[in-house]
């Protein structure tokens, strides 16, 4: 067994010695791959960078994922129960009548009242940041950077908020304290806005149709007594790929809705046709450069058959001498990508530092992903065997006697 093992050894540490013997045209084998390569790692990283970034931002940003109805319908617990079961809705959560989600907030520290616009939120509140409390109650508030702002208020400060209607004749005025319990981003909600639990919304608007609100103890007509129906409603997407179908399937059952989703499909579209493009562009180099190298092997196993037919004739196999282009194949497409690795990190940096004032969040315009490096490696170790075959083949016909024959 000792046998053929150490021929192995012995063919690798050949074709290693004459691979670095020859370094020149082993460098130039190199070069060629390299500058195939890292063009191809760079177009890629553009790619990855500028499109990776856009749809990031859809995904990070929630209001892609958000669903609109337009106009005004009539949704009931039921209806709600369904929707919210289906797995493409993360968040939904019903809407009053926008004209009876209003209420006017008051600060000790603010010099004015604040018509506030009401929004309903409850557990896994799309638009909330990580840490930000959902308010719970009738007497939790979050408020909008605008809003708190004006008011100026912190979070765990008391504001007063107050509704007014004209009911029997007579113009009433109801009060409820609330606490700040946070206070949202301004992407979150660019407007004065308050988010609030429904059922502050629900009693708001009882109260300025003339109902009374017995936890508020406001006074007024007898409760509404039979199933609330709902003219609106908030719905966030699980993901941005499920807007699309979410908005056909509410059209299909006759809900008009509104979405981002034309926005979502330019994003994607145009990933899918750069990256055609860019697998069209690798094929065409991976296979013109597999060609070159494959050429060049079947000529440097020609130019060394005497050397390698003398191995034959010394007891090496012919599977022992295919491994001498192989091997050589490729230590070429390792030692290239590595070459190609540094020139596409180099331009890499100088990209992003020319660049990276343009971009609106400071991402990198030109980045790649380590999982990248190992599949272009594979990629490339692959195309070097493949080129390798050439030379395989050639280095397989060699016989004993074709050396003799030139001496």
Same mark, same amino acid.
């Given at each position: 067994m000792a046998n053929p093992f150490r021929k192995?050894?012995?063919i690798f540490r050949l074709a290693l010695t004459d691979y670095f013997y020859e370094w020149q045209m082993s460098s130039c084998f190199i070069l060629a791959l390299a500058a195939v390569l890292a063009p191809m790692m760079i177009l890629f990283a553009l790619k990855f960078g500028i499109v990776g970034s856009m749809l990031e931002q859809l995904i990070e940003d929630p209001r892609n994922r958000e669903i609109r109805p337009v106009g005004s319908g009539h949704y009931n617990a039921e209806w709600f129960d369904a929707v919210r079961k289906k797995a493409e809705v993360t968040f939904i959560i019903p809407r !009053?009548?926008? #004209?009876?989600a209003t209420m006017q907030l008051k600060s000790d520290a603010g010099t004015r009242i604040i018509p506030t616009e009401l929004i309903p939120t409850a557990e896994k509140e799309p638009l909330f940041r990580k840490g930000v409390t959902i308010p719970t109650g009738y007497h939790q508030i979050v408020l909008s950077e605008s809003a708190a702002r004006k008011l100026k208020v912190t979070v765990g400060d008391q504001i007063n908020g107050s509704l007014n209607r004209r009911h029997n004749n007579q113009n009433e005025r109801v009060h409820v304290k609330l606490t700040v319990v946070g206070? !949202?981003? #301004? +992407?979150?909600f660019t407007r004065d806005g308050a988010f609030v639990p429904l059922e502050l919304?629900?009693? !708001?608007? $009882?109260?300025? $149709?003339g109902r009374a609100v017995h936890a508020l103890d406001w006074q007024g007509d007898p409760p509404l007594k039979s199933e609330r129906n709902f003219p609106g409603f908030r719905l966030y997407a699980h993901s941005i790929d499920d807007v +699309?179908?979410?908005?056909d399937g509410f059209l299909a059952s006759g809900i008009e809705a509104r979405t981002r989703?034309? $926005?979502? $499909?330019?994003v994607q579209t145009m990933e899918k046709r750069l990256n055609t493009v860019f697998w069209f562009v690798a094929i065409i180099g991976l296979t013109g450069f597999s060609f070159s190298l494959g050429a060049n092997l079947w000529a440097n196993v020609d130019r060394k058959k005497k050397a390698l037919s003398v191995l034959r004739l010394v007891g090496f196999r012919t599977s022992d001498i295919i491994w001498f282009p192989v091997l050589q194949a490729l230590l070429t497409g390792i030692l290239g990508w590595a070459l190609a690795s540094l020139i596409y990190l180099a331009v890499e940096t100088s990209i992003n530092r020319m660049l990276i004032a343009q971009a609106e969040d400071d991402n990198p315009i030109c980045r790649l992903l380590p999982l990248h490096f190992e599949i272009a490696l594979i990629f490339t170790v692959g195309a070097a065997v493949l080129a390798a075959a050439l030379g395989g083949y050639r280095a397989a016909k060699i016989q004993?006697?074709?050396?003799?024959r030139e001496i």
């Open positions: 192995m050894r012995n !009053t009548r926008s #004209l009876a206070i !949202t981003h #301004l +992407a979150a919304i629900i009693a !708001t608007e $009882d109260f300025l $149709d +699309a179908a979410l908005r989703a034309a $926005d979502i $499909d330019i004993p006697s074709d050396g003799l």
